[in-house]
């Protein structure tokens, strides 16, 4: 059985950094691109940023230069570190394994919750 546990979500000031994590288990972690992505209410979920298996990392715009992303095959866990976060960060962030050999696998974790707030 495949789960991806997110964890590190929170209530956080403008100007404040998190720290999100996502523990994978059931699938051979290495071989999939991981992505973070965020569903605030009222919108669409969007991408934040992936990872592919050789570390090839893909930014959405509006938080390059703040968030990053890295992966450790070893604990199967890819991180995303938000920094200089502002009210538009607010959001549910859901982690996501996806991995294409003949067709698509794709997994979500169940959303942790990021609250940007003074």
């Known amino acids: 059985q495949v789960q991806l546990v997110e964890s590190g979500g929170g209530l956080v000031q403008p100007g404040g950094s998190l720290r999100l994590s996502c523990e994978a288990s059931?699938?051979?972690?290495?071989?999939?691109?991981m992505g973070w992505y965020r569903q605030a209410p009222g919108k669409q979920r969007e991408l934040v940023a992936n990872?592919?298996?050789?570390?090839?990392?893909n930014f959405s715009g509006s938080v390059k230069g703040r968030f990053t992303i890295s992966r450790d095959n070893a604990k199967n866990t890819v991180y995303l570190q938000m920094n200089s976060l502002n009210d538009e960060d607010t959001a549910v962030y859901y982690c996501?394994?996806?991995?294409?050999?003949?067709?698509?696998?794709?997994?979500w974790g169940q959303g942790t919750q990021v609250t940007v707030s003074s």
């Open positions: 996501k394994a996806t991995k294409y050999v003949q067709r698509e696998y794709v997994y």
């Open positions: 990872i592919n298996s050789g570390g090839r990392i």
């Open positions: 059931g699938i051979i972690f290495s071989l999939y691109t």
